[in-house]
Nanobody, 124 residues
């Protein structure tokens, strides 16, 4: 069983930056694809970014490409989401998720483990 705990959310002005962290329990962290998703009020949960177990492959949604960077430190069992040039529409609860697969996936239902989420609020 993998437990995930996100941190780093908060209030930031448009154009600013935040770095989210997600700490995972367990000894097999490097075998999991890790993803970041977000959910705004009244909207469905949507894919933001994902990274392979080794960290060699990443994937981003079009609306964050060029602004957000996903990375991981397998020695620390932690995945990060560096968010730059934040926009008001990035406001949401951000969740990290883990999937024990050998390839990146973007569908939320295929991730087996989820964190509790961290709020990101961007003021315009």
């Amino acid at each position: 069983q993998v437990q995930l705990v996100e941190s780093g959310g908060g209030l930031v002005q448009a154009g600013g930056s935040l770095r989210l962290s997600c700490a995972a329990s367990g000894r097999t962290f490097s075998t999991y694809v890790m993803g970041w998703f977000r959910q705004a009020p009244g909207k469905e949960r949507e894919f933001v970014a994902a990274i392979s177990g080794s960290g060699s492959t990443t994937s981003y949604s079009d609306f964050v490409k060029g602004r957000f960077t996903i990375s991981r430190d397998n020695a620390k069992n932690t995945v990060y989401l560096q968010m730059n040039s934040l926009k008001f529409e990035d406001t949401a609860v951000y969740y990290c998720a883990a999937a024990r697969l050998g390839f990146i996936i973007t569908v939320p239902s295929l991730y087996q483990h989820w964190g509790q989420g961290t709020q990101v609020t961007v003021s315009s």
